[in-house]
């Protein structure tokens, strides 16, 4: 799941183009139809200002037409589940802005602010530049993090722990 919700969130794409959330579905699902899977939901859907929890008229599933904008936020969450025997789902909310180094293009913000579970990320099939990423992911958690929990001594080393750098 996890290397689905990246590729989503890591997408670059020209900003005068017409591009939504049914462009980017197959990202999520990619690692999974490898092995032969998929999941029955979308991957993600508007977070908005009316506090509906799938606000549109955005997301990303196949369905969704809407063209993505500046500003525009979305939750990345594709899943898997098991019948019968496990799921398991990563939400991330991630907002539209312009690249920092190309006008014409746009790029995702992950604006969620939680370390990925460690004790789930097999780091032998993760590739290096993904697991630099994601260990620069979890320095800003911790820096958002810890002023926050200065005051509560353990949560803050259990946060400190969750969002150590990964090796191979």
Known sequence: ???GVLDVERVVWPSSGTYHGGDFDILARKHLFEAGLTFNHGTGHGVGSLLCVHEGPIGISRGYKTKFVEGMCVSDEPGYYHAG???IRIENVIMVQKHEKFEDRYVFENLTVAPYERDLIDTSIIEQGTLDYINRYHERCLE????????????LAYVSKKCAPLAK
Do not use: V
């Open 85 to 87: 025997e496990f799921g």
């Open 1 to 3: 799941m996890l290397l």
């Open 144 to 155: 958002k993090l810890t002023p926050l929990l200065t005051a509560e001594p353990k949560a």
